[in-house]
């Protein structure tokens, strides 16, 4: 599904660079439910804003179903990110004079496809989030875990490939973050999605089938859930950032 390899990305500093990614390399196969970790710095959210083609890589290959992202210029770009990528920001951005149901068939509205067949996927993913019964209603009148799930609903209502998810239960109580991990586990076992996460928060991650964890610009370490429960899931991955902490001492 999605291949990332040796990714370099470095900004300029004055007369000199500073490398971000250091040849990173990782796959998230098809259906998988993938986080990515580390300390402020690590590299996370670029390498999100490369793979979403926000950032140009400055070397590597990132390919999505065989198709290569880093070659892609002007139409063919916006077309892939409208139909072939979902995204789900901390901050939600949903549009206060447009309704939940009305949010969500916003991409299929901009890409021209929000026919009779958009509006059934809508309320589908309405139904699935659990989010029906405030359709009509505006984001200012929803919670903050609700405004959360009519944004994942909306990521998946052209149907991508992938949906990339930077920091989605960052600004959420515990309730409303679990909230919001029930949608991912819903859209992956009723729609069959593939996600991408950057997330500081162990609790989150620990619903993930992997985790990739960064250090440096480079990938520290990865670990699987497996058969574990995601409590031990958790403490092992708490380990490991404890692990990290020591070394770097």
Not at 87 to 114: K, M, S
Request: one cysteine or more; aromatic letters at 6%.
């Amino acid at each position: 599904m999605l291949t990332v390899q040796n990714l370099h990305k470095a900004y300029p500093m004055g007369k000199t660079t500073c490398e971000v990614l250091k040849g990173i390399s990782l796959e998230v196969g098809d259906g998988e439910f993938v986080a990515v970790m580390g300390p402020s710095g690590s590299g996370k959210t670029t390498l999100l804003n490369c793979i979403s083609c926000y950032l140009p890589a400055d070397a590597g290959s990132i390919r999505l179903n065989g198709g290569e992202l880093t070659r892609l210029r002007g139409d063919a770009l916006a077309a892939v990110r409208n139909r072939r990528l979902g995204f789900v920001f901390q901050d939600f951005l949903l549009l206060d004079g447009l309704t939940v149901r009305e949010n969500i068939l916003l991409p299929a509205i901009i890409g021209g496809t929000a026919d009779a067949q958009a509006e059934a996927r809508a309320d589908r993913l309405c139904a699935i989030f659990g989010i029906a019964a405030i359709a009509q209603k505006y984001p200012a009148e929803i919670s903050g875990g609700e405004k959360q799930r009519t944004a994942v609903a909306r990521a998946l209502i052209n149907e991508p490939l992938l949906i990339l998810a930077d920091e989605p239960t960052g600004n959420l109580d515990s309730k409303s973050a679990r909230a919001v991990i029930r949608s991912f586990e819903q859209a992956k076992a009723a729609l069959g999605a593939t996600i991408f996460m950057v997330t500081h928060d162990s609790y989150a991650a620990s619903f993930c089938d992997r985790v990739v964890i960064l250090r440096d610009g480079v990938v520290w370490r990865t670990l699987g859930r497996e058969r574990r429960e995601r409590a031990a899931f958790q403490d092992a991955l708490l380990d490991s950032i404890r692990e990290m902490g020591r070394e770097g001492a």
